[in-house]
C-alpha cells in the first residue's frame, strides 16, 4: 500500500540536456520532484538544460470505446514495426480525451521501469480485463505481441460493434416512449384544464371518455410533482440497484432472455460474444480450461456464464467441450454441430470465430427488422394515446353541435 502511495505521489517530467559529447539528448522520467529528476541525470553523466513537469488536463470518464480505439492504435503501428515505448508516446499525445492520455502515459512509464506489458496493464482492471491482460502475456510469452494485439483489437472492435447494435435497437422505442409520457403529462397538466373550465359552463352530462380524462388531469394537475419526482426517483434507484446488486443483476439477465422479439436479439449477441472470445483465446494458445474462465465473464449475462463454469467443470473431469455444451442446454444445435466439427478437426478457433460471424449477422438483420417494426407499431400507439385524449376532449363539442 505505501509503494502505491508513493507511485501515485510522483509525476513525469520532460528534460533536455546535453551528454558528454556535446550532444542534445530529451527524454521523460517519472519522480516526485524536478530536483530528483536533474539528481539522477547528473549522475548519469548529463548535463540539464531544461526539466518542466507534464501537466495532463482533467479528461472525462475512460470508456470502452477509449480502450478499443487504443488497442486499434497499439496493434497498426507494432505492425507497422514501431518500436512499442514509441507506440505509446504516438497514442499518448494523440489522445483525444486526456484520461486516456494520461493512462496511456503512466503504462509506458512502468514498461520503462521494466514491469512486462501485461503487468502494467494488470495495474489497471478497471480498464483491462482478465481476458485483455491474458492475451498480452500470451503474446509476450510466445513473440507475437503484434499478432495478438492485432486479434485483441478485431475482438475489442467486434463486441463494441455488437454492444452498440443492442444499445440502437433498444433506443428508439425507450426514447419515443419518454417523449410520448412528456407529451401526455404537458396535456393532461397544461391542456384538458382549459376544456375543463369550457364545459362547465354547458350545463351537461359529460360523456364517459371524457369523464376519465379530465379525472386523469386532475390527478396530474394535484400530484405533477409526486408523479415526476416519484418516476425519476424510481428510475434511479432502479439503475443504481442494477449495477450493484448481484441478485438483481441475475433477474435482470433471466428476463432480458425472456422478453418478446428483444430476448431472441439479445440471446443471439450473448452468444457471438462467447464464441467469439472463445476463438480469440484459443486461437492465441490459452488452454481450453483456462480460456473459459475469460469466456464466461465476456458473454455478459449470468446465464451464459454460469453455463460456463459448468462447462469447465465437465471439460476438466474429462469431458469433451462438445458434450459438455450440450448439456448445459443453452446453445442451439448449430452452434454444437459447429464445435464438434472444430474438435474432430483441430480447428475449434475457426469454426468458433465463423459463428461468431454468423450470429453477429443475425443481430444485423434482427436489428433492421426491429426498426422496421418498431415505427409502424410506436406510431399506433402515439396515435391511440394522444388521438384518444383529443377525440375524449372533443366528444362533449360535438354532442353540443348535435344537440344545437
Not at 373 to 388: F, K
Amino acid at each position: 500500500m505505501a509503494m502505491q502511495k508513493a507511485s501515485d505521489s510522483q509525476a513525469v517530467f520532460t528534460w533536455e540536456g546535453k551528454d558528454k559529447s556535446g550532444k542534445i539528448v530529451r527524454g521523460e522520467m517519472r519522480a516526485a520532484t524536478e530536483t530528483v529528476v536533474r539528481t539522477t541525470l547528473r549522475r548519469q553523466g548529463l548535463l540539464v538544460t531544461k526539466v518542466n513537469k507534464q501537466r495532463f488536463k482533467r479528461g472525462g470518464k475512460i470508456t470502452d470505446k477509449d480502450i478499443t480505439l487504443f488497442t486499434r492504435q497499439l496493434a497498426t503501428m507494432m505492425k507497422s514495426g514501431v518500436p512499442l515505448l514509441q507506440s505509446f508516446d504516438i497514442v499518448s499525445k494523440g489522445a483525444s480525451n486526456p484520461a486516456v492520455g494520461k493512462l496511456v502515459a503512466d503504462i509506458k512509464m512502468d514498461v520503462e521501469t521494466g514491469s512486462a506489458l501485461n503487468q502494467a496493464f494488470r495495474k489497471y482492471p478497471l480498464y483491462f480485463d482478465q481476458l485483455y491482460c491474458n492475451l498480452i502475456e500470451a503474446g509476450e510469452q510466445a513473440g507475437i505481441l503484434d499478432a495478438l494485439l492485432e486479434r485483441l483489437a478485431i475482438y475489442k472492435e467486434k463486441t463494441q460493434a455488437i454492444i452498440s447494435k443492442i444499445k440502437s435497437a433498444l433506443f428508439y422505442p425507450i426514447s419515443v416512449l419518454v417523449v410520448a409520457f412528456i407529451v401526455t403529462a404537458v396535456i393532461m397538466i397544461f391542456v384538458v384544464p382549459q376544456f375543463k373550465q369550457v364545459f362547465s359552463s354547458f350545463g351537461a352530462d359529460l360523456p364517459g371518455p371524457t369523464l376519465v380524462v379530465i379525472a386523469i388531469s386532475d390527478f396530474f394537475v394535484d400530484n405533477w410533482y409526486l408523479i415526476f419526482g416519484g418516476v425519476g426517483a424510481g428510475l434511479y434507484a432502479f439503475f443504481y440497484t442494477w449495477k450493484r446488486s448481484l441478485p438483481m443483476q441475475i433477474v435482470m439477465d433471466k428476463l432480458a432472455l425472456r422478453l418478446p422479439i428483444f430476448g431472441e436479439v439479445i440471446r443471439k449477441a450473448t452468444m457471438a460474444r462467447w464464441t467469439r472470445t472463445l476463438s480469440t483465446m484459443f486461437a492465441a494458445g490459452v488452454p481450453l480450461v483456462e480460456a473459459l474462465d475469460s469466456v464466461g465473464g465476456a458473454s455478459g449475462n449470468y446465464i451464459y456464464s454460469e453455463a460456463t463454469k459448468q462447462i469447465k467443470a465437465e471439460i476438466s473431469t474429462g469431458s469433451s467441450l462438445t458434450v459438455a455444451m450440450q448439456n448445459a442446454n443453452v446453445f442451439p444445435s448449430m452452434v454444437l454441430q459447429m464445435v464438434a466439427i472444430g474438435e474432430e478437426s483441430g480447428q475449434l478457433d475457426a469454426m468458433c470465430s465463423k459463428v461468431a460471424d454468423f450470429f453477429e449477422a443475425e443481430v444485423d438483420d434482427a436489428v433492421g427488422a426491429l426498426s422496421s417494426l418498431m415505427e409502424p407499431l410506436i406510431m399506433v400507439v402515439l396515435g391511440v394515446l394522444i388521438g384518444g385524449i383529443i377525440v375524449a376532449m372533443y366528444l362533449p363539442i360535438f354532442k353540443l353541435g348535435a344537440v344545437v
